[in-house]
Every structure is written in structure tokens, then in C-alpha cells.
T-cell receptor
Framework: EAQVTQNPRYLITVTGKKLTVTCSQNMNHEYMSWYRQDPGLGLRQIYYSMNVEVTDKGDVPEGYKVSRKEKRNFPLILESPSPNQTSLYFC?????????????FGDGTRLSIL | AQTVTQSQPEMSVQEAETVTLSCTYDTSESDYYLFWYKQPPSRQMILVIRQEAYKQQNATENRFSVNFQKAAKSFSLKISDSQLGDAAMYFCAYRAYSGTSYGKLTFGQGTILTVHP
């Protein structure tokens, strides 16, 4: 089954404790992206990757890191999480970065930083 | 920078009735794509319908249709014969055809749709 898999789905942690949210897709997609969803703000892009070893900042990259060592994986790293990073996070992928091809979303990760 | 605005935080509709969700956007581009996504309580993001800006014909997918007004930069979603399963948060989204923001989806704030039996 074609899908984008995020883990974990829920995480409660404390300020400053490094964490990684994994994202994996099995569709051989080139383009992958991370979004965060906050009430009243919709989804905002954090980082994106157009292919292996090619990543760039989105609209709200502060406090986050990403890597794209393999085509299928695009982990989101919070080196020193803070309470303002409490949010719902989505990983998404699409065949390429252009066109009307839909982005396929993971099921979301609910992060709570205390 | 492109912006997408959904001015209706909440809407409600009776089952079997029709409801229209509003979306406006701001861009200086002439070519782009527009999408409506549905997010039920399960949190999944489900593509409902998409529209290419170069197409004059409004997109339709079963009970879902759009009213795309390019000059007015308006992209509303009409849901006909509303069903209880349509209850969800709906997001309007814009995607550039080219340029530095190529590929990024810019989302509106979302509209919560309640369907009453």
C-alpha cells in the first residue's frame, strides 16, 4: 500500500531533550516536506527536500533540522525542543516538486513539549 | 509571498443540503494550482479536489465542485447533498507553478464544517 509513515504519532517530552520524528514513504517520491499545524494558522511549511541531499528552509524553519540521506526517509530533528514547538506535525511527499500532483500526507505526529 | 485566506472559521449545514466554503488567495503569478483538503477527526489530510489556474472549467468530483474566479482570486468549495461523513476541517491550499516557492503548499487557516442530521 502506498503511504507516508510517521513515527511516533504522539510524544510528550520536556524542554531541551533532543527528539527525532521519522518519516518514510514507499512511493519513490522525489519531493518531501514537513509542515506544522497550529490553530488559526493552518499548516505551515518547515523544511522541504527536492531530492536526496537537497534540502531547504520553508516558512518556519527555526529550531528544526532535517536530513535526506535516502530517497525514502526525511526525518525531522528538534535538537533542543521548546514549548513553542508544541504542535501537530505532518510529513508529505509527492512524485516531483511541480505540477498538480497531490502531496500525500502522513497521519500526523502530535508533539507536546513541557 | 502568496497568502491564502479562509474567512469562515466555522460553518454548519443540514444533512442533504448544500454548503459553500470560501477561499481567497493573493498571488502575482498567472500559473498555479489550487486544492481543497479535508481533515476529519482522524487527522488525515485527504485531497478533495484540485484546480489548475489555466483551466477555465471548474473542477468537479462527485458531490464536490469549485467556483474558481481567477480575476477575483477566489476559490470556493461547494458540497452538495451533504453527508455526516463530510464533517471535518477543510483547508484551501495554493501551489506555485514555478519560482522559489515551487512545490510548497500554502494553506489557509481552515474551516470547521459541522453536518447536522
Amino acid at each position: 500500500e502506498a503511504q507516508v509513515t510517521q513515527n511516533p504519532r504522539y510524544l510528550i517530552t520536556v524542554t531541551g531533550k533532543k527528539l527525532t520524528v521519522t518519516c518514510s514513504q514507499n512511493m519513490n517520491h522525489e519531493y518531501m516536506s514537513w509542515y506544522r499545524q497550529d490553530p488559526g494558522l493552518g499548516l505551515r511549511q518547515i523544511y522541504y527536500s527536492m531530492n536526496v541531499e537537497v534540502t531547504d528552509k520553508g516558512d518556519v524553519p527555526e529550531g528544526y533540522k532535517v536530513s535526506r540521506k535516502e530517497k525514502r526517509n526525511f526525518p525531522l530533528i528538534l535538537e533542543s525542543p521548546s514549548p513553542n514547538q508544541t504542535s501537530l506535525y505532518f510529513c508529505a511527499s509527492s512524485l516531483s516538486w511541480g505540477g498538480n500532483q497531490p502531496q500525500h500526507f502522513g497521519d500526523g505526529t502530535r508533539l507536546s513539549i513541557l | 509571498a502568496q497568502t491564502v485566506t479562509q474567512s469562515q472559521p466555522e460553518m454548519s449545514v443540514q444533512e442533504a443540503e448544500t454548503v459553500t466554503l470560501s477561499c481567497t488567495y493573493d498571488t502575482s503569478e498567472s500559473d498555479y494550482y489550487l486544492f481543497w483538503y479535508k481533515q476529519p477527526p482522524s487527522r488525515q489530510m485527504i485531497l478533495v479536489i484540485r484546480q489548475e489556474a489555466y483551466k477555465q472549467q471548474n473542477a468537479t468530483e462527485n458531490r464536490f465542485s469549485v467556483n474558481f474566479q481567477k480575476a477575483a482570486k477566489s476559490f470556493s468549495l461547494k458540497i452538495s447533498d451533504s453527508q455526516l461523513g463530510d464533517a471535518a476541517m477543510y483547508f484551501c491550499a495554493y501551489r506555485a507553478y514555478s519560482g522559489t516557492s515551487y512545490g510548497k503548499l500554502t494553506f489557509g487557516q481552515g474551516t470547521i464544517l459541522t453536518v447536522h442530521p
